[in-house]
């Protein structure tokens, strides 16, 4: 058997949603204790969620994440930490420039009041530091309207024809969308997908990469760091497979 790199040379970084937790929950503790004490004596660890951190802290278990994990990246990587540290924040605010966007918000507003749902609840737009968050059913829904909603959306489509329409009508802005979740997609500019992450990572100059997600396929939000050439993408169904997968990988 291959004997494997360093701690200091091998990082598992793990998408949060879907990958490390059920689908909106929290961490259980028994995969927070496998990743703390198992995982993390034989490699460098971290997380690449596409929420914000508000949302990242609130999934696993408090904003001392950022203490337990290495490496913490929400948004995307756009908002870094490293060892308890801020090290990096972009804003697509100063990126786009204020008209650009308000046109496209504006649009997307009105693309939605035209649109009939099972229900229909508040906060369609969400602005976050480094993306545009839209949601058609509203991210006040209920988790059983986010269900409802997810399904709905299986059969019709919602936000992948809204996609469609808003890169036809926006073909110059640079944006590139990311369907995540259940409910909504985000919207941001051509790079700063979590690819965007592994600019601080590369610098510590590790053999490995490992990149564990669960939205692996074309237009999944974990599609681009896991077809990336400098890591090694493991797709996961589940938090049980992702532990499994590790189990296999690190030799745990
Ligand atoms: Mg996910």
Partial sequence: MASLPKREEIICLFDVDGTLTMPRNKIIPTTEEFLLTKVKQVATIGLVGGSDFK???EQMGGADVINKFEYVFAENGLVAYKNGHMIGKMSIQEHVGEE???KFINYALGYMSKLTLPVKRGTFIEFRDGLVN???VGRSCSQAERDQFAEYDKEHRIRENFVKELQAQFPDLGLV???GGQIS???FPKGWDKTFALSFVEKDSFKEIHFF???TAPGGNDHEIYEDSRTIGHKVTSPEDTIAQLKTLLHL
């Fill in 134 to 136: 839209v949601c058609p």
């Fill in 213 to 215: 997600g669960d939205k």
């Fill in 185 to 187: 997609f985000d919207v």
């Fill in 177 to 179: 969308f990311s369907i």
């Fill in 100 to 102: 650009k966007l308000q």
């Fill in 55 to 57: 949302k990242i802290a």
